[in-house]
């Protein structure tokens, strides 16, 4: 069966340092694979996406993501964390051609001052 | 930019009774989807709707959910008759094909 995993329910870290979250996928082909962020209370925003091509990505707030497939991962990365970075983090994938997008189960980050 | 609007943004009601979620998708999408997220837990598919049909739906979508778009704009979901565990935030999203997702703000869902 299809599937992301994530396997840190939450992170912390201190502002200034370097952050991974880690993604899994389990699909029969690549899937396209995207990160989104949710804030307390909001919606998801798009945080970066792949869909074939350069297995590095760069998406919004600084934030990129590298795919391995020999990993089947796709980490999200950022060098340097702000306060504002705090939220949950949602690794999602989607057949090609597919119409149910599956979502991890979510990393929550904290920022320490 | 365009956005993914919903309505109402909280709504409460009493066990059994009926909802209606709106949607106002993106204007030029095709793709139209819901998902649930329970307080806390992860977001979970309802439901994808393209070229006037459901596409796909999880097990979660049974009998009790449907959803309609009854005009060129809106995508709405209904929920007949409300249960406890039904409580839950409930996005909307479009998608012009590409894979990526347009969500909403959600709507808040109490059931009592």
């Known amino acids: 069966a299809q599937s992301v995993t994530q396997p840190d329910i939450h992170i912390t870290v201190s502002e200034g340092a370097s952050l991974e979250l880690r993604c899994n996928y389990s699909?029969?082909?690549?899937?396209?694979l995207f990160w989104y962020v949710q804030s307390p209370g909001q919606g998801l925003q798009l945080l970066l996406k792949?869909?074939?091509?350069?297995?590095l990505v760069q998406g919004i707030k600084g934030f990129e993501a590298e795919f391995k497939r020999s990993q089947s991962s796709f980490n999200l990365r950022k060098p340097s964390v702000h306060w504002s970075d705090a939220a949950e983090y949602f690794c999602?994938?989607?057949?090609?051609?597919?119409?149910?997008?599956?979502f991890g189960a979510g990393t929550r980050l904290f920022v320490k001052a | 930019e365009p956005e993914v609007t919903q309505t109402p943004s909280h709504q409460v009601t009493q066990m059994g009774q009926e909802v209606i979620l709106r949607c106002v998708p993106i204007?030029?999408?095709?793709?139209f989807y819901w998902y649930r997220q329970i307080l806390g837990q992860k977001v979970e598919f309802l439901v994808s709707?393209?070229?006037?049909?459901?596409?796909?739906k999880s097990e979660i979508f049974d009998d009790q959910f449907s959803v309609e778009r009854p005009d060129g704009s809106n995508f709405t979901l209904k929920i007949r008759s409300t249960k406890l565990e039904d409580s839950a935030m409930y996005f909307c999203?479009?998608?012009?094909?590409?894979?990526?997702?347009?969500f909403g703000e959600g709507s808040r869902l109490t059931v009592l």
């Open positions: 204007s030029n999408h095709l793709y």
């Open positions: 999203a479009s998608s012009d094909g590409t894979g990526e997702l347009f």
């Open positions: 792949y869909f074939s091509g350069d297995t």
């Open positions: 709707f393209y070229n006037n049909e459901i596409s796909e």
């Open positions: 999602a994938g989607v057949n090609t051609g597919g119409f149910k997008t599956i």
């Open positions: 699909y029969g082909a690549t899937p396209y």
